[in-house]
């Protein structure tokens, strides 16, 4: 790979010359800049990134901090779809980007968290599924020490946005259709996230609304997002409910295991729209949101924050449907 220096060798001139070439430096004869040019094209050279973004005192460095649930028996679809659509955009924009997880904070105060990450060189953050008991992150948010874009976290201020679907909606909209389809709807069981998430607690509101409308029984058990768990909660609960309403794809795939090991039918929903769940060859309505798309788009969302505009909220799209075993594997 080719090299500034390599650069200013084939030109015939200074590797500071190379560097105010390709910076747009105005004094620059254009004899010299069409050497330069000339050579970056025939050597294929390709400028970091980060070295131009210093030169030009505008140095973003965008951190990642994902949630990733080491609790889960699977690999975790959802935030390898995050990071792809992040890395994408980082490559177009020319931004460097770091990834962490979010379990790195947790012994963290606010303070040290902002030390850690500004000698990191961080200045810009994605958080991906905040928590509301992750104090220390919702602090250094709401003293704007970076600028950040949160995706499924409903903060805003001027220099964070966010990115999220309605989940309120969501889910009201796929547990209803759900109950509506069966005649048997007396009691219903919803397994819940994880207790401290703001998707949780509006998914939460949602169902909680649903049973005020129809009149069902409802019984409330926290999954924590995991299959395992939601496995557990259904050997306990399902035999007492009539539908099971669950608030992840990957806690219904472990409510419809359950229901086969214990040779009940129930019918499950999930939410998220993960192509695994088709592998349980039972089709069930959900949620599908696309997570690349959605990272893409907060980090559009802190390009515009860099530029200088200020924090909004932007309201992805979804779509409810079933996930069958045929669908994934014509894919």
Known sequence: M???????RKAGVAKSTVSKVLNNYQLVSE????????????????????????SRKEFNR????VDIRHNSQFIDEIDMQ??????EMSKEYQIEVVTFFSSQFDSMTAKQVVSYLKAQRINCLIIYNLSIENQNLVKLIEKQEFYCVLVDSPIVNEKTSSVSIDHFTAQYDVAKKTIEENEYKRKVLYIAGGKGSYITDQRLAAIKKLKDELH??????????????????????AEKADIIVCASDMMAIGAVFALTEMDIFRPVCGFDGIPLMGYTKIAMNTIRQNFFEKSKRAFYELK????????????MPYEICRVDYIDVIQK
């Not at 080719?2 to 200013?8: G, T």
């Not at 515009?304 to 309201?315: F, N, S, V």
């Open 304 to 315: 515009k924050l860099l530029d200088g505009e200020k924090g909004q909220h932007i309201e």
């Open 2 to 8: 080719a090299s500034i220096n390599d650069v200013a």
């Open 216 to 237: 069902f029984e409802l019984i409330v058990k926290y999954g924590d997002f995991n299959e395992f768990k939601a496995r557990e909660i259904i050997f306990k609960w």
């Open 82 to 87: 995050y990071l792809t659509g992040a890395f």
């Open 31 to 54: 004899e010299t800049k069409a050497k330069v040019e000339a050579a970056v094209l025939e050597l294929g050279y390709v400028p970091n990134s980060v070295a131009v973004s210093l």
């Open 62 to 65: 965008v951190g990642l901090i």
